[in-house]
């Protein structure tokens, strides 16, 4: 079969060591704590494309925080930002600057979602409730998970209304043209120091996730700088969470950037998926997006590596466009500089074409494209 076939299909990755016993749908939104939801709102939908769904604040009887929901395809974001002092929001954006609070996930049962983690060891983060209004109801449940982070459990039971009770359709006459972007692939936390495994055995034992692939500090590592990484995925592979935590080298790991900047573990990038890369990621630099360079010299082998591929070399080049290639096919993919001005977050984009893997061919180069960043940042 070619690659092509299994990519318009965009199987999920099946692992079948995972005990499935919750089980995920899918992830159902990401919810950032930001200190200006109504601009980082502006900034998701110019640049990013994402479109308006729906608005909790003053005007919907919130007192003490504003809430931005924005969708592309399956892609939902939920921006958040306090409007009194004090209080947990404040203290999050404190420590961390803006950063992904709550990965949520969606399920049939959030009530039993959340009696099984918690039975298997997780710590509550909010206990059942129900949140219902004349479009239906919403149940929602949670559970922390590395730093900060935490994993909302919704469970939709038919609701049709915007987002979920307590929001009111977000109706500007502000739109932005989509830029591709179908589905998050995966998301990536990391922790600290010799942290990995306990938050990979948390995965599997909590969440009964099972492990992927890993790698080592000898498949992440350059000249100067290390990691180490596990991807935990669900059964059903709708779910893969990379973890990494750094490793020695001569000279810091991006993780220790990370973690010093975030004050702790968090959410490092979320991969976003298109089925056009070409198309998504110019746009998205056209829109003010930067993206991570490797040098030009990548190009001039790259396909002696990865083999033949469907696109032309030349607009990957342009774009800077980074390929691999597994026993299933390839795969293309680019890394967003961070988004915020903490070296923190970031967004990849990639497209897959019967690759499941993570785009291991491109870790050197890409690290020390990272590398040169540090550096300017006096972070190295
Ligand atoms: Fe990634």
Redesign the pocket.
Known sequence: MSTKDNTSLNLPVENPEAEDFLPLLGTDHVELYVGNAKQAAHYYMSAWGFQPEAYAGLETGLKDRVSYVLRQDKIRLVLTSPLKPGGDINRHIERHGDGVKAIALWVDDARKSFEETVKRGAEPYLEPEIREDDNGKVTLSGIHTYGETVHIFVERSGYDGPFMPGYRAWEPHYRAEPTGLKYID?M?GNVGWNEMNKWCEFYAKVMGFAQLISFDDKDISTEYTALMSKVMSNGNGRIKF?INEPAEGRKKSQIEEYIEFYNGAGVQ?M?LATDNIIKTVSDLRDRGVEFLRVPATYYEDVLDRVGEIDEKLEPLRDLGILIDRDEEGYLL?IFTKPILDRPTLFI?I?QRKGARS??KGNFKALFEAIEREQESRGTL
Do not use: C, M, N, S
Request: net charge negative; hydrophobic share 40%.
């Open positions: 995966h990536v990379p990038h991969a993919q990849e990639i993570f785009g």
